[in-house]
Structure formats: structure tokens, C-alpha cells
């Protein structure tokens, strides 16, 4: 009875050494294939080595990039259906905000009588609820290609003005405004808007000489200006502008302040141009607002 009635497996030494390295190697050997399977999937995170060049440029990139011109390569315009298809149909395709509304004749009728280089100049200056250059900047849209966007609109909505021309080479941008010529009424109906825009196709320039007149010689200004200008319209009442001299006809007018009278001038009104549709200096406008209303007293 002194021998132990059961029969112990480990029996020397050496098999308790291997059953204790058993004992803590199987559980670690299984842990470690566990962990391997739930992890199983493909690494992409930070610290693998998974993620291409390609990926890492992308993901490091810096927030804004500056785009590098090369200021004497010409110059590609863009088409005035491109500029109107980017900028300009966010309000003219709907009708948004009062805007003419792309192909409605109706809408574009009365604002293509005006002439090209007027609805030009609202293109660029903007007016009501329009923003300057349909809210461009003239780095990204040159005149020029505002001007053909105004062109592509007003001739799918009636009008058949001439493609504006391309400014020569090196030319400033501003150039692109007075470079588009004026355009042929015949779409536009009315005679007496044809006799206007005929009256005034050679404005712009020819207001250029009576700018910068100053003080003294400002009624002088205001004659030249009206001459080369105003009398477009006003000397025979074309668009039933008030006439030269015509007391009756400016009598109404003149109760008004001449702050406001000279506004009208400035700004536009009814079928009056802003500035009669020249660039001249407000100084000018207001100098011929004087001359006209005192022939008319
Ligand atoms: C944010 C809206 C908006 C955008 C963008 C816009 N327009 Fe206009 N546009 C208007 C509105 C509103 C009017 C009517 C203004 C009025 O008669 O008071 C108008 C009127 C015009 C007229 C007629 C001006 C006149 O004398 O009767 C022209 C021409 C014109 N836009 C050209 C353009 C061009 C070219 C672009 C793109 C480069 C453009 N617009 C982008 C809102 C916009
Ligand atoms: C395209 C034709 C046209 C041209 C060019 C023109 N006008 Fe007029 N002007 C009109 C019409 C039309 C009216 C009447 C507007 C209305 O009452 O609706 C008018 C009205 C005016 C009025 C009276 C505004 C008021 O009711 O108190 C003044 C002032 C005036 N114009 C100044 C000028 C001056 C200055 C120039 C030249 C720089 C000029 N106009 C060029 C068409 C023109």
C-alpha cells in the first residue's frame, strides 16, 4: 500500500520540464493565431507601409493651391457660350432674381434696343441685382469674354449682334469694352431704337477728348459732351427723351432737386442710358445736365 494506487503521467524530471513549457507556450501559441485571425484584414492605417506614394501626396497636399500663369503665353479665350454656361446662366438660364431670362425675347427686347456696348457696360458695372461681371474677377474673365458672353445671350434671345472682337495681342483688357462694335437693330423692332444706337455707335470714343476737363472750362465740357453724346437722343427726342431747348418737355423734370435730375443722368432711366451710354466723368455728365437744362429755362 505504499505506492499511490494512481499512475501520475509526468514521471521524470524532464517531462516536467516539457509539460511546464506546455503548460504557458500552447495558450500564448493560441492567443497569438486568434489575434492574428481577428485582425485578418488588410492594413491601410497610419504606420503600415500599405499606402502608395500616390495615396500620401494626396492626403498631404496642401489645402490651397496657387495656380501659376505664364503671364506671355497667349492668351485662350473662352467662348461666350463656355462663360455663359460657367458664370452667367446661375440667374439668366431661370430667371433668378428679375434676370432676362435666356431665349425670352420678351425679357431681352427691351434691353437689346439699348445697344450692345450698353448692355456691355451693365455686364461689367453691373446694376440691380446683376453683380459686376456676373460676380467674376477680371483675372478669371477678361472683358473681352464677358463681352462675348453678352453676345451669345442677347443672340439667343433675339438679337444678331456681331461676335465681339478679339483684343489684339498684349492689348490691356480693358480695351475688350470699346473694342465690340455696336450691333445692327434690325432684330430689336423699334425704328426709333435703330435711329439711337445708329446716332450713338461712335460714342465711347468720341467721349474720350471732352474727359478731364476741370473748373473753369467745365460748361465747355458740358457742350462738347452734350454734342458728342447726349444730342443723340436729346436733340430730337429719340426714345422720347426730353428735347434740347424744349421747355415744355423738361419743365416736369426740372421740379425735381438736380441731385436727382443729375442721378438720372449718372445712373440711367427708363430708356436713358447710364451716361448717355459713354464712359465720361460723372463731372462731364453733370456739366452737360447743366448745359442742356439751361437751354431749357
Ligand atoms: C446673380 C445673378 C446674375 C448673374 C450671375 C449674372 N446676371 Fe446678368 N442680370 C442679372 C439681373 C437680376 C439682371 C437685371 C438687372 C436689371 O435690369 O435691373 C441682369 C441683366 C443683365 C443684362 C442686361 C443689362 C441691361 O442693360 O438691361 C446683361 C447684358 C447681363 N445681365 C449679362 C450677364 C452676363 C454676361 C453674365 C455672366 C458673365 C451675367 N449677366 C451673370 C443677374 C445676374
Ligand atoms: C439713347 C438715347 C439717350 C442718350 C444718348 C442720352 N439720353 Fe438722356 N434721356 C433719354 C431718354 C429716353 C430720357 C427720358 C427717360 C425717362 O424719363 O424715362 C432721358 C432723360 C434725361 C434726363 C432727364 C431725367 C429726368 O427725368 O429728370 C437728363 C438730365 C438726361 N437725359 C441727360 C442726358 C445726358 C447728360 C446725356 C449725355 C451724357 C444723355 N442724357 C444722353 C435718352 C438718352
Given at each position: 500500500m505504499s505506492e499511490a494506487p494512481h499512475k501520475a503521467p509526468i514521471k521524470t524530471p524532464a517531462q516536467l520540464v516539457a509539460a511546464v513549457i506546455a503548460g504557458f507556450a500552447v495558450p500564448i501559441i493560441i492567443i497569438v493565431l486568434l489575434a492574428i485571425y481577428v485582425d485578418n484584414s488588410t492594413r491601410t492605417g497610419?504606420?503600415?507601409?500599405?499606402?502608395?506614394e500616390a495615396e500620401v501626396t494626396a492626403r498631404i497636399k496642401p489645402l490651397a493651391q496657387v495656380e501659376i500663369r505664364d503671364a506671355n503665353a497667349p492668351r485662350v479665350y473662352k467662348s461666350g457660350e463656355e462663360v455663359y454656361k460657367a458664370v452667367c446662366s446661375a440667374c439668366h438660364a431661370s430667371g433668378a432674381a428679375g434676370a432676362p431670362k435666356f431665349t425670352n425675347t420678351a425679357d431681352w427686347a427691351p434691353r437689346i434696343a439699348q445697344g450692345f456696348d450698353t448692355l456691355l457696360h451693365t455686364a461689367l458695372a453691373g446694376k440691380g441685382a446683376m453683380?459686376?461681371?456676373?460676380?467674376?474677377s477680371p483675372d478669371d474673365y477678361s472683358d473681352f469674354e464677358i463681352a462675348r458672353a453678352v453676345a451669345y445671350m442677347a443672340n439667343n434671345s433675339g438679337a444678331s449682334f456681331p461676335e465681339p472682337a478679339q483684343p489684339a495681342a498684349g492689348a490691356a483688357a480693358a480695351s475688350g469694352a470699346t473694342a465690340a462694335a455696336p450691333a445692327g437693330a434690325s432684330d430689336a423692332g423699334a425704328a426709333q431704337a435703330a435711329a439711337a444706337l445708329a446716332a450713338m455707335a461712335s460714342v465711347p470714343q468720341a467721349a474720350a477728348p471732352a474727359a478731364g476737363a476741370t473748373g473753369a472750362d467745365a460748361s465747355q465740357a458740358g457742350k462738347a459732351l452734350y454734342q458728342q453724346v447726349?444730342?443723340?437722343?436729346?436733340a430730337a427726342g429719340v426714345l422720347n427723351a426730353p428735347k434740347f431747348g424744349d421747355k415744355e418737355a423738361w419743365a416736369p423734370r426740372l421740379k425735381e432737386p438736380m441731385d436727382t435730375v443729375y442721378n438720372y443722368a449718372l445712373h440711367g432711366k427708363g430708356a436713358m442710358p447710364p451716361k448717355g451710354g459713354s464712359n465720361a466723368s460723372d463731372a462731364d455728365v453733370k456739366a452737360a445736365v447743366d448745359y442742356m437744362v439751361s437751354a431749357a429755362k
Amino acid at each position: 500500500m505504499s505506492e499511490a494506487p494512481h499512475k501520475a503521467p509526468i514521471k521524470t524530471p524532464a517531462q516536467l520540464v516539457a509539460a511546464v513549457i506546455a503548460g504557458f507556450a500552447v495558450p500564448i501559441i493560441i492567443i497569438v493565431l486568434l489575434a492574428i485571425y481577428v485582425d485578418n484584414s488588410t492594413r491601410t492605417g497610419a504606420g503600415t507601409d500599405s499606402l502608395s506614394e500616390a495615396e500620401v501626396t494626396a492626403r498631404i497636399k496642401p489645402l490651397a493651391q496657387v495656380e501659376i500663369r505664364d503671364a506671355n503665353a497667349p492668351r485662350v479665350y473662352k467662348s461666350g457660350e463656355e462663360v455663359y454656361k460657367a458664370v452667367c446662366s446661375a440667374c439668366h438660364a431661370s430667371g433668378a432674381a428679375g434676370a432676362p431670362k435666356f431665349t425670352n425675347t420678351a425679357d431681352w427686347a427691351p434691353r437689346i434696343a439699348q445697344g450692345f456696348d450698353t448692355l456691355l457696360h451693365t455686364a461689367l458695372a453691373g446694376k440691380g441685382a446683376m453683380p459686376p461681371r456676373g460676380g467674376t474677377s477680371p483675372d478669371d474673365y477678361s472683358d473681352f469674354e464677358i463681352a462675348r458672353a453678352v453676345a451669345y445671350m442677347a443672340n439667343n434671345s433675339g438679337a444678331s449682334f456681331p461676335e465681339p472682337a478679339q483684343p489684339a495681342a498684349g492689348a490691356a483688357a480693358a480695351s475688350g469694352a470699346t473694342a465690340a462694335a455696336p450691333a445692327g437693330a434690325s432684330d430689336a423692332g423699334a425704328a426709333q431704337a435703330a435711329a439711337a444706337l445708329a446716332a450713338m455707335a461712335s460714342v465711347p470714343q468720341a467721349a474720350a477728348p471732352a474727359a478731364g476737363a476741370t473748373g473753369a472750362d467745365a460748361s465747355q465740357a458740358g457742350k462738347a459732351l452734350y454734342q458728342q453724346v447726349c444730342q443723340a437722343c436729346h436733340a430730337a427726342g429719340v426714345l422720347n427723351a426730353p428735347k434740347f431747348g424744349d421747355k415744355e418737355a423738361w419743365a416736369p423734370r426740372l421740379k425735381e432737386p438736380m441731385d436727382t435730375v443729375y442721378n438720372y443722368a449718372l445712373h440711367g432711366k427708363g430708356a436713358m442710358p447710364p451716361k448717355g451710354g459713354s464712359n465720361a466723368s460723372d463731372a462731364d455728365v453733370k456739366a452737360a445736365v447743366d448745359y442742356m437744362v439751361s437751354a431749357a429755362k
